[in-house]
């Protein structure tokens, strides 16, 4: 049911005249073609949007067939700055790639740089990006509704010390699937499944009514976050979700992720302790002021608790440090509560990755299609029963296609080196 509602989402989003309303934005990334193998460069590339704001220096060598990352650095980027102005925001990024560049003796060059910025963009061009809303924690004035390469390089011209090449935007989700696209070349599909959610896949040009040309393909990012924010999902969301809702920096926005990401499980799942509690049912009816403080049980405890032999041990570690007193019984219940809340996680991305992958079986004409997923993300890659649930689920929704998974290998950096290396060759064989 959930995939039948988020196939017809995904034509909505697709339409010309109907996107404007879409909940799920279906955007256009202007990738045209995944990688073939021959790219190489030398490229800068910076990531915002995950766990960390990471500046990388990478290299693409064409003769090993591999990529081979230089080096990065990370910046913290501390909390009031996520909800300041966007102007400190970006000057703090011009300023960490400033001094990276001075660490790698890179200053006197103007390299291409690739800019993983994971959050909903309408893309008018490679280089041209307007930030449609702020997700997870951030909150910056001043940029939603405005060009993301524009404030990069305005940023770079206040500081005057240094200066970088063509620019390519790009979703983590197509850095993702770009980055595995090179290992294997049936990489369609990117997904993540971390602090947000979101997936992308190569959509036939003549579906993208919102961009000229029919032939060949384009990456489409789905933006599956937004998924329910016209109430489609209103049926199957609990009061847990509501609260984890109105107590969100972004209200009514990003339904779908709310019920998904590694920066609301944690918090759902302290909120059914939290009524268990009240209803008598654990803790014999004593609770803790740790229990009752939003945000102090952490998606990571979810992975602990569930770990195969020691998550019973684990759980009631967390318990006493959350001020709790606990029988067996009571580890027991917690660890029944973070399997289910982690579990209809993973099938509700398996419904929305099922949607995809049987979209691109039909839009071939095939009866059975093979086809590779690059995924990334805290929760799918931490989570000790994440990936098998989800990959049960999906062959369960989508018989007709097998597909096989590969982990990114730092999809955020090396695939926004990927896709200004793929631009730069296409653009080089347009003139050939
Ligand atoms: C953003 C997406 C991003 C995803 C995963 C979501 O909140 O809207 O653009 O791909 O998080 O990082």
Request: hydrophobic share 40%; aromatic share 6%; glycine share 10%.
């Amino acid at each position: 049911e959930v995939s039948a509602r988020l196939k017809r989402d995904f034509s909505r989003g697709l339409g010309k005249h109907s996107h404007h309303k879409a909940p799920v934005k279906m955007l256009p990334t202007f990738v045209r073609a995944t990688p073939d193998g021959t790219e190489k460069g030398d490229f800068l590339a910076l990531d915002l949007g995950g766990t960390n704001f990471r500046v990388l220096h990478v290299r693409v060598v064409e003769e090993q067939q591999k990529v081979l990352k230089m080096d990065s650095q990370i910046c913290a980027i501390p909390q009031d700055m996520m909800l300041g102005t966007g102007e400190q925001l970006f000057d703090h990024i011009a300023a960490c790639l400033s001094d990276f560049l001075v660490s790698q003796d890179l200053k006197g060059q103007t390299l291409p740089l690739g800019f993983t910025f994971s959050f909903p963009c309408e893309q008018k061009e490679i280089d041209k990006s307007i930030l449609i809303r702020w997700t997870k924690g951030f909150n910056c004035s001043g940029v939603e509704g405005k060009d993301v390469v524009k404030l990069l390089k305005e940023a770079i011209h206040r500081r005057g010390d240094y200066d970088i090449g063509s620019v390519a935007m790009v979703n983590d989700t197509v850095g993702t699937m770009m980055s595995c696209g090179y290992r294997d070349q049936s990489c369609e599909i990117g997904m993540i499944i971390g602090t947000g959610t979101n997936a992308c896949y190569m959509e036939e040009m003549k579906n993208v009514k919102r961009v000229e040309g029919e032939d060949g393909r384009m990456c489409i990012n789905t933006e599956w976050g937004g998924f329910g924010d016209d109430g489609s999902l209103k049926d199957i969301q609990t009061e847990f979700d509501r609260v984890v809702d109105k107590m969100s920096i972004n209200t009514g926005v990003h339904t779908f992720e709310k019920m998904i990401s590694g920066m609301y499980l944690g918090e759902i799942v302290r909120l059914v302790l939290v009524k268990l509690t009240e209803d008598k049912l654990l803790f014999k009816g004593q609770s803790s002021e740790a229990l009752k403080t939003p945000g102090r049980f952490e998606t990571k405890f979810i992975s602990e608790i569930e770990e195969q032999d020691n998550g019973l041990e684990n759980a009631q570690n967390i318990l006493t440090k959350l001020g709790l007193k606990w029988e067996l019984v009571d580890s027991r219940v917690v660890r029944l509560v973070c399997d289910t809340i982690s579990s209809r996680s993973a099938r509700l991305c398996a419904a929305a990755l099922a949607t995809i992958a049987n979209r691109i079986r039909v839009n071939r004409g095939l009866d059975h299609l093979k086809t590779t997923v690059g995924v990334d993300g805290t929760v799918y890659r931490k989570h000790p029963n994440f990936s098998d649930e989800l990959k049960a689920t999906v062959r369960l929704l989508a018989p007709e296609c097998d597909i096989t998974f590969l982990v990114s290998e730092d999809g955020s950096g090396k695939g926004a080196a990927m896709v200004t290396a793929v631009a730069q060759r296409l653009a080089l064989q347009g003139h050939l």
